[in-house]
T-cell receptor, first 108, second 117 residues
């Protein structure tokens, strides 16, 4: 089976940096995804890692270590609109298994 | 690019009726679409995988006779909740998979909130 763990909640100040960690255990792993979900809305795609290392996309970066079963999403220069739930999802074969999500609250 | 629509966005129905939800990939063809269910403050749970022209693959514990899935074309999949009951009230979200150079990525529709009275 799949086991995806991420913190439940994080709070940070506008302009700051926040790192959301995710650990996973899954057979047949072939990719790690991060999605953003605002309350009552569907998830939107943020990033995808399949090889070890850091992928940078504007204010958001994602890192993967396959040997450690570990990923993180880094949010820089936080804005109020970044307040949302961030979902880590590991893919095995063709299916995504989602973590419970990390609710990030950005305060002024 | 990679836009997925879902219709309706919300629906309220009486217990015992059936509800059909449509999922369309608007600007790409998707051989594979997925149906998820999300209860309040919980993560997405995969219900089934829908492949164009073939029968859907259901996850363990999901009743295939209750949740009928049809994937008639490369841009349309439908989920029909048959004989809906209050416990079926949930947020149903579809996704369509788009192949890319880095691997296939799922893009999600806006979701359908179902309330069964």
């Amino acid at each position: 089976g799949q086991n995806i763990d991420q913190p439940t909640e994080m709070t940070a100040t506008e302009g700051a940096i926040v790192q959301i960690n995710c650990t996973y255990q899954t057979s047949g792993f072939n990719g790690l995804f991060w999605y953003q979900q605002h309350a009552g809305e569907a998830p939107t795609f943020l990033s995808y890692n399949v090889l070890d290392g850091l992928e940078e996309k504007g204010r958001f970066s994602s890192f993967l270590s396959r040997s450690k079963g570990y990923s993180y999403l880094l949010l820089k220069e936080l804005q109020m609109k970044d307040s949302a739930s961030y979902l880590c999802a590991a893919r095995n074969d063709y299916k995504l298994s989602f973590g419970a999500g990390t609710t990030v609250t950005v305060r002024a | 690019g990679a836009v997925v629509s879902q219709h309706p966005s919300w629906v309220i129905c009486k217990s015992g009726t059936s509800v059909k939800i449509e999922c369309r990939s608007l600007d790409f063809q998707a051989t594979t679409m997925f149906w998820y269910r999300q209860f309040p403050k919980q993560s997405l749970m995969l219900m089934a995988t829908s492949n164009e022209g073939s029968k859907a693959t259901y996850e363990q514990g999901v009743e295939k006779d209750k949740f009928l899935i049809n994937h008639a074309s490369l841009t349309l999949s439908t989920l029909t909740v048959t004989s809906a009951h209050p416990e079926d009230s949930s947020f149903y979200i579809c996704s369509a998979e788009q192949a890319s150079g880095k691997g296939d990525t799922q893009y999600f529709g806006p979701g359908t909130r179902l309330t069964v009275l």
